[in-house]
C-alpha cells in the first residue's frame, strides 16, 4: 500500500507561483508513474500532467502546458508539480496519484480510474 501526502498549496496572486509536493510512504515511488489532477467547485475532476517511471516522459493538459512542470526524485520518494504563470482558473484541489506502468499507460494516462493511490488534495487559490 502507498499513502500520498501532498503540501504546498496555498492562496497566491494571479501570475504567481506554487510548488506542490507529494511524497510518499509505505513502498517506493519507483514503480509507479506520478500524476497530478485537480478539481474544482462544481466541476469534473480533471488530468494535469503524468510523469513515467523514469522520469523521461511528461504529459500535460493543454491549458497547463508551458506553465507547470512536474517532475520526481525517486530518492526522496517525491513527485512534484511546479506552477508559474498561475491563473484563476488553475483554482481548485490538486491531487497526487500513483498509478502501476501497464500496457495501456500511454492511452489511459489522463484517465483517473487507472490510478490507484490518491492523495487527501493541496487547495490551489489564485486571486485575479
Known amino acids: 500500500q502507498v499513502q500520498l501526502v501532498e503540501s504546498g498549496g496555498g ?11 507529494c511524497t510518499a510512504s509505505g ?3 519507483t514503480n509507479y508513474a506520478m500524476g497530478w489532477f485537480r478539481q474544482a467547485p462544481g ?19 493543454d491549458s497547463v502546458e508551458g506553465r507547470f512542470t512536474i517532475s520526481r526524485d525517486n530518492a526522496k520518494n517525491t513527485a512534484y508539480l511546479q506552477m508559474d504563470n498561475l491563473k ?13 506502468h501497464t500496457g495501456n ?9 487507472y490510478y490507484n493511490y490518491w492523495g487527501q488534495g493541496a487547495q490551489v487559490t489564485v486571486s485575479s
Open 11 to 21: 492562496l497566491v496572486q494571479a501570475g504567481g507561483s506554487l510548488r506542490l509536493s
Open 27 to 29: 513502498r517506493t515511488i
Open 43 to 61: 466541476k469534473e475532476r480533471e488530468f494535469v500532467a503524468v510523469i513515467n517511471l523514469s522520469g523521461q516522459y511528461t504529459n500535460y493538459r
Open 88 to 100: 484563476p482558473q488553475d483554482t481548485a484541489i490538486h491531487y497526487c496519484a500513483g498509478r502501476t
Open 105 to 113: 499507460f500511454y492511452s489511459t494516462l489522463g484517465v483517473d480510474e
